[in-house]
């Protein structure tokens, strides 16, 4: 059976708000969860942003649900930090927690005020990154002197087994790069031609045989008009190429960007519908292409609808 879970999106809710939401989903039946890590929301319509790694620690005591975050570890946070506070987590929780890193966006580590680079340079940081981790993860003292730089650094409260690390991934050439390094995939909902190719990519890399993710976005409601205005006016911001949705570094941009987007456009990067069985449909459909563990993210702001309705109504048949 494939573990459903259910997306925490701090951009959206309170950090109280979203817990409550997260043991609902837990509750109700979701298998598993994942939560966004962001220092800025994507629009102000949104309205929060939360700290991911003290909400996960709570989560995790809150639920029985094992967790992971999609973080960027170097900018806005340096890799041994990373690594430790991940390394506490798992020990804490031991298998409960899962790690997926990506180079990052410049609405959340352009706050620094660094210079932003070209998405090469940030993935060989990244590169860099994983092999930092894993070293501390490994119990090694570790001094590096690259792109990013660590000075004797040694985590001394490890896990008996470290979390797996994951790779996210938008693009064929992320995916084809991580397949080697990475302990699996996660991806975003797209058209299913667009996954396959993506799913192709990470195994020629490296990547046949691990995990793949993925995280659904969807807009369910009680009617198609509702599932339709919640889309538009919650994730419009997000309906931008990765190219331009990673260097842009406010939540302003965003909303100048996307503000010629009409409700219909949605359509584009959302899965939206009123009807549970066209959304387990979809879902069946990215089962049998190959995804290990769906993650649900709900854009519109009706979280517990959308989580009763898909308990009684899309969980038990894809089990």
């Known amino acids: 059976m494939t573990p459903i879970g259910y997306h925490a999106s701090h ?17 109700a039946g979701f298998a598993s969860g994942m939560c966004s890590d962001h220092f800025h929301p994507w629009s102000e319509k949104q309205g929060h942003s939360g700290f991911a790694w003290a909400w996960l620690g709570t989560a995790l005591q809150a639920t029985p649900l094992d967790l992971g975050v999609v973080n960027a570890p170097i900018f806005r946070y340096h890799p041994a930090l990373i690594a430790q506070a991940a390394a506490t987590l798992t020990e804490m929780f031991p298998g ?9 966006e410049a ?16 993935n060989a940081m990244l590169r860099e990154a994983v092999d930092i981790i894993r070293a501390l993860w490994n119990g090694e003292e570790v001094t590096h002197h690259g792109l990013i730089t ?15 690390l994951f790779a996210a991934a938008l693009t064929l050439e992320t995916a084809r790069w991580a397949g080697e390094w990475a302990d699996g995939l996660i991806t975003v909902s797209s058209e299913p031609e667009a996954q396959q190719r993506l799913i192709d990519a990470f195994r020629e890399g490296g990547g046949e045989g691990k995990p793949l993710y993925l995280q659904v976005k969807l807009s369910y409601a009680a009617d198609e008009a509702t599932a339709l205005a919640g889309a538009h006016d919650q994730w419009r911001t997000n309906a931008l190429p990765g ?17 010629h987007l009409r409700p219909e456009d949605m359509h584009r990067s959302v899965r939206i519908s009123a009807s549970p069985a066209r959304h387990l449909d979809w879902l069946q459909g990215d089962i049998e292409q190959g995804f290990d563990r769906l993650y649900l993210h709900n854009v519109n702001r009706e979280q517990r609808t959308f989580i009763e309705t898909f308990a009684s109504e899309v969980l038990p048949q894809l089990r």
């Open 150 to 164: 660590v000075e004797r650094a040694r985590l001394y409260s490890l896990p008996d087994e470290a979390p797996r």
């Open 243 to 259: 190219e331009l949705s990673q260097n842009l570094c406010h939540p302003r941009q965003f909303e100048l960007a996307t503000a």
């Open 11 to 27: 951009e959206q809710f309170s950090p109280s708000e979203l817990l409550r939401h997260l043991q609902a989903a837990a509750e």
């Open 107 to 122: 609405i959340n580590e352009g706050i620094l005020g660094r210079h932003w680079p070209l998405k090469e340079t940030r």
């Open 96 to 104: 409960r927690f899962w790690l997926a890193v990506g180079s990052g």
